[in-house]
Nanobody, 126 residues
Framework: QVQLVESGGGLVQAGGSLRLSCAAS????????LGWFRQGPGKEREFVAA????????DYVDSVKGRFTISRDNAKNTVYLQMNSLKPEDTAVYYC???????????????????WGQGTQVTVSS
């Protein structure tokens, strides 16, 4: 069982930056792909970013490309999401997730991820 604990959320003005962190309890952290998802008010949870087990491959939802950067430190069992140029529409609860990829994929479709954190609130004021 992997436990994921997010931190770093908060209130920021539009155009500002935040860095989210997610610490994992698992010793085999490097065997998991990691990702960030978010759920805004009245919206469904959506994929934000993912990073492969090695860290060599990343992907982002179009709306955050060029503004957000996902990274991981396997020695610290931590994944990060650096968020720059924040917009009010980025307001959401952000969730960290871990995935043990199947069928040779870099990571599985969002509905098949294995472990989820409790979430951290990010609020961007205009």
């Amino acid at each position: 069982q992997v436990q994921l604990v997010e931190s770093g959320g908060g209130l920021v003005q539009a155009g500002g930056s935040l860095r989210l962190s997610c610490a994992a309890s698992e010793r085999t952290f490097s065997t998991y792909a990691l990702g960030w998802f978010r759920q805004g008010p009245g919206k469904e949870r959506e994929f934000v970013a993912a990073i492969s087990r090695t860290g060599y491959t990343t992907d982002y939802v179009d709306s955050v490309k060029g503004r957000f950067t996902i990274s991981r430190d396997n020695a610290k069992n931590t994944v990060y999401l650096q968020m720059n140029s924040l917009k009010p529409e980025d307001t959401a609860v952000y969730y960290c997730a871990a995935d043990l990829p199947k069928l040779g994929r870099q990571w599985d479709p969002p509905g098949q991820w294995d472990y989820w954190g409790q979430g951290t609130q990010v609020t961007v004021s205009s």
